[in-house]
């Protein structure tokens, strides 16, 4: 019989996703995850979720609007997902 054990993820960002990911694929014979990811906003994307509006007159993430990764997308996509639609290696938000 497997143990099942609960963990709650806070934060939807790249860590967020990359831990949950982690869990889910893990093949512990001994434990099965179930796995919450819990968000504050109503997108996933941490940092990257851009939104022009502020909260209460304050900038609410430190995107902003013509901001490029310092990574490559071919390092920072995951397997299951993998970045479409630009040839450029650091992308925009938007992309």
Known sequence: MKDEKHIAI???G???LATAR???ASNNPETKFQVDVFE???H???????SDVDVN???TRPMYKDL???LPKELMAYR???WTGTEDSYVTHSE
């Not at 996933?44 to 851009?50: A, E, P, R, T, V």
């Open 10 to 12: 806070i934060g939807s």
């Open 14 to 16: 790249a860590a967020g």
């Open 22 to 24: 982690a869990f889910l």
């Open 40 to 42: 504050s906003r109503h």
């Open 44 to 50: 996933s994307g941490g940092i990257w979720d851009y």
């Open 57 to 59: 007159g304050k900038k």
């Open 68 to 70: 490029k990764t310092n």
């Open 80 to 82: 299951e997902f993998p």
